[in-house]
C-alpha cells in the first residue's frame, strides 16, 4: 500500500480561493504536495520538471487549458496521471477525457473525501470518475467514442478536416483525390457514427465534436 507521504501531487487552478483550499486539505491530510500553478503554462511546467505521481488540474484555466496540458505532457512522455476537476458535466468533457487517456475526472462540487477515494484508485492505475455521474451516462460516453474506432486512417484524416470547417472540394484537392472519393467518404463516415443522412450533418457533429476529433 501505498503511503499518503509518498505521493508526490501538483495541484493547479486559476482560481485563487479553489486553489488554496485544495492545497490545504491536501497537506492537512499529509499528501506530499509539491508545486501550485494558478494557469496552465505554469502546470506543464511544474509537471515537466517535478514529474508528479498525480496532477489535479482545473480543465478552464487561461494560456493553455486542463486538457492541453494533458496532451503536451503526455506527448512529453511523463508518467504523471492526471485528474480534472470541472464544473462541466457535459458529455462532449467526459469524452474528451477519456480520449486523452485521463485516469480521474471529478466535479469541483464534489466532496474532499471523493478526492481521496480519486486519489487512492488512479495511483494504483485505475479510473475514477465522480460518483455524481450515473453508469448509463459514463457508458453513453464511452459509446460515443468507440464509434472513432470504426473509421479507418484516411476517414480520420477527412474527419479532422472536417472539423476545421475545410470544403469537401479543399480535402479532395489536398489530399489529390477526386470530390466524389470524399464525398463517399463522407457517406460511409456518416453511416459508422450513426447520424442522420440530412444535408450537413455530418459538418454539425464534426463542429459540435471538433475538440474530440482534433485528439484523435
Known amino acids: 500500500m501505498i ?3 509518498d505521493i508526490s501531487i501538483v495541484v493547479a487552478d486559476d482560481h485563487p480561493m479553489l486553489l488554496k483550499g485544495l492545497y490545504d486539505e491536501l497537506v492537512a491530510n499529509e499528501y506530499r504536495v509539491i508545486g501550485q ?3 496552465g503554462m505554469q ?19 487561461p494560456l493553455l487549458n486542463g486538457f492541453e496540458v494533458v496532451k503536451t505532457a503526455k506527448e512529453k512522455e511523463v508518467p504523471t496521471k492526471f485528474i480534472v476537476l470541472s464544473f462541466h ?3 462532449e468533457y467526459i469524452t474528451q477525457a477519456k480520449t486523452l487517456g485521463i485516469y480521474g475526472y471529478l466535479l469541483k462540487e464534489d466532496s474532499f473525501f471523493e478526492i481521496e477515494k480519486c486519489i487512492n484508485t488512479v495511483i494504483n492505475g485505475e479510473i475514477y470518475f ?10 453513453n460516453a464511452s459509446d460515443e467514442l468507440k464509434k472513432f474506432q470504426f473509421l479507418t486512417p484516411s476517414e480520420t484524416v477527412i474527419l479532422k478536416l472536417i472539423a476545421q470547417q475545410i470544403s469537401t472540394l479543399e480535402i479532395a484537392e489536398s489530399l489529390c483525390v477526386s470530390k466524389r472519393t470524399i464525398e463517399k467518404h463522407r457517406s460511409n ?11 450537413n450533418s455530418l459538418t ?7 475538440n474530440i476529433i482534433l485528439e484523435l
Open 37 to 39: 500553478a494558478s494557469n
Open 89 to 91: 458535466k457535459e458529455t
Open 43 to 61: 502546470a506543464l511546467e511544474l509537471i515537466l520538471i517535478q514529474k508528479p505521481d498525480i496532477a489535479l488540474l482545473d480543465i478552464d484555466m
Open 204 to 210: 454539425k457533429w464534426t463542429l459540435n465534436h471538433k
Open 130 to 139: 465522480s460518483k455524481s455521474f450515473d453508469t448509463s451516462f459514463l457508458k
Open 3 to 5: 503511503h499518503k507521504k
Open 189 to 199: 463516415i456518416i453511416s459508422k457514427l450513426d447520424l442522420e443522412g440530412e444535408t
